[in-house]
Structure formats: C-alpha cells, structure tokens
C-alpha cells in the first residue's frame, strides 16, 4: 500500500490556505508517491473521521481561491491541551480510530497558534503531525511571517488608501480598526504602508490625551485629516478600547469630526496575493519532504527567506508578538508616526 497522509485546516481562515492544500497534496503524489485525505472542517473531521480524497484533479485549479475547500473550525481535538497538561479522552480515542482505518502516517495541520498547540496534544498521545503556520495575524512563535499575513496587509492597506481620499474631503479624522488578535502585527505593517498618522497596536500602551494632542496639533498646523490605525486587541488597561471607541473619545476630546471603519472579515476573504501563494507553496512542499524523511513533530518555519523547521513542542502555546525595539517601528517614528505613547 501507498504511504498515506492527512491534512486539514484549522482556526481562522486566510487566503492562501488552499495553496498550502495544493502544495502538500501535489508534492506528495508527483514526488512521494503517496496517497492523500484531506480532513472536512479541521479536527472535527479527523475526530469523526469525514474526509475527502486530495487527487491532483481535486487540488487542480484552487491556487488563486480563497478560503479553504476542506472548510475549517475552531474544534479541539482534546478537552484539555495545555502543552504540559492534557487529557486523552474520547475525541482522541476517535481520532486514533481515524488514524488506523485509513493507515495514516502522519496528518499535517494547517493553523495558527491555537492550531499548533492543538496539533503538539496529537503527537504527545502518539500521532505523529507537522504544523505548517498561517494566520493573517502573523502570530505564530517560531516563523518569521505566516501565508495569509501578506494578503491582510494588503487588503486593510487598500481601505486605508481609500479612507485618506474620504476623510479629505470631508477635513475628518478616521479611525480604522484592523484585526490581528492580540499583537499588531497587521496595525503596523498596514499603517505604515497606507501612511497612518497614528498606529495603535496592543504591545505598546497608549494614552488617549497624547493621541488627541497629537491629532489637534496637526489640525493646528493647517492638517484637519488623519487616519488612526488600531489593532483590534489594543486596549488601556485591561479594557479593549475598539476603533468605535476611540473616534467617539476622539471626536469628544479634540472637537474634530472623527468617523471609524472596522475592517473585520474582509481581511480574512478573497485570492492570496503572490508573496502569500509563493509561501504558502514553499511551506507545503517543504512540510511534505520532512514527512518523507519520516522527520514529524514539526512545525515548518522560514527566518532570513530560508526554510526550516522546528520542534511543534517548541511553538505550543507561544503567540509572536512584536518587541518595543522592533525596526519598523523605529522607522514609524522617525517619520513622525504617533503611536499614543510620546508622540
Ligand atoms: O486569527 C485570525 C482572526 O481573524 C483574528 O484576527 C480575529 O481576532 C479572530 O480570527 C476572529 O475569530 P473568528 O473568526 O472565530 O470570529
């Protein structure tokens, strides 16, 4: 019998995901030889055992196609998966179940970190996986940059664009909420690419009387239009203050006329940009030659543009956020980017 793997997508889904499916699935039947079932709905399909065959007719054509063909969820495949403290229970009696009907040598899991540390539970009860890192947050300790990030700039870069066109003819300040969980990766990189006056982002403490000093500063100068880019998980304390939030103290405390944008989902949607469709297949050709060598437990990573790979153990549980010594940043400032801590 041919070698066989599986392979699922898990967590929030982005574009490129289906480049990644095309990639394992394609490098393990032209390369390896091997036969291929891609799991429906992320560990819920490997836990009740629904899955469809990966053939090179069923992976032909989704390259470019957003979302995922094997759909995804936010299912666990253990009650309890702390790296140092789970439980097998039933769901994992089901997916050993799973493992030994169809002769599987291995399941690749396609996530995030909670994917990840999903997937480290699997090979700690004796299944072996290999992670491979997605994400529009680029989150994912251990890898430089996850597919999907790419594509999310992109798409909240565009709403910026657009939003600087609005807000001047109206003389406004907008405030445009992007995703990225609880780092800012997406904030920044956005911000910096569509020329935020302001960018937010959860690892760094902002003030709202700098902000709002900043803002009408500017307006002093004879510039009334801004744009405040803010990372959804940015908060003063331990309250998340949402972009909604912060146009209405803005607009309260400065007297500008102030509106919000929250981007939401529209950054998960829609066709990988190239850099995310050239990732996503370097990861899942890469992931699929350490399955040939029999190397699991893994997640693939990439530093410097050089593949590599590390132990899952090593990135379960851990999220990547961004340090305060990070060199955009230092580049944001020296253009005189606010980031609500000093400006
Ligand atoms: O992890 C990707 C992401 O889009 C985050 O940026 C966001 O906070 C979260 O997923 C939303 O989760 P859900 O799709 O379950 O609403």
């Given amino acids: 019998m041919k070698r066989r793997i599986g392979i699922l997508t898990a967590g929030g889904d982005c574009p490129g995901l289906n480049a990644a499916i095309r990639s394992v699935a394609k490098t393990a039947i032209i390369e390896h030889d091997m036969e291929v079932f891609g799991f429906i709905g992320g560990f819920k399909g490997l836990i009740e055992n629904e899955y469809i065959a990966l053939t090179e007719e069923k992976v032909s054509g989704i390259l ?76 994912v300790w251990g890898t430089e940059v996850t597919f999907g990030f790419d594509s999310a700039v992109q798409i909240c870069t565009d709403a910026i664009d657009r939003l600087h066109t609005t807000a001047s003819s109206h003389k406004r300040v907008i405030v445009i909420e992007v995703m990225g969980h609880d780092a800012g990766w997406i904030a920044l990189h956005s911000g910096i690419a569509g020329g935020g006056d302001v960018i937010l982002i959860p690892e760094i403490e902002y003030d709202i009387s700098i902000v709002c000093n900043y803002l009408m500063k500017r307006e002093a100068l004879g510039k009334p239009v801004s744009i405040v880019v803010v990372g959804e998980g940015v908060k003063t304390g331990k309250k998340r203050t949402p972009g909604p939030y912060l146009a209405k103290k803005i607009n309260e405390l400065t007297g500008i006329e102030t509106r919000e944008t929250v981007l939401g989902y529209i950054q998960r949607g829609g066709s990988p940009t190239a850099t995310d469709r050239i990732l996503a297949t370097r990861y899942g050709q890469f992931a699929t030659s350490l399955i040939a060598q029999k190397q699991y437990n893994s997640m693939v990573s990439i530093t410097n543009n050089i593949l590599g790979s590390i132990p899952i153990s090593e990135t379960a549980g851990k999220t990547k956020i961004i340090e305060p010594d990070y060199e955009l940043i230092k580049t944001a400032r020296s253009l005189g980017v606010c980031f609500g801590d000093g400006c």
């Avoid at 229970?89 to 996530?111: A, F, H, P, R």
């Fill in 64 to 139: 470019t196609l957003g979302g995922t063909i094997l759909g995804t969820s936010r299912e666990k495949p253990m009650k309890k998966n702390h790296p140092d403290d789970f439980e097998p229970d039933q769901k994992s009696k089901q997916i050993k179940k799973t493992m030994n009907l169809l002769q599987l040598e291995c399941v690749v899991c396609i996530g995030g970190n909670g994917t990840m540390k999903n997937a480290h539970a699997l090979s700690k009860i004796g299944i072996p996986v290999i992670g491979i890192p997605k994400t529009i947050d680029n989150d």
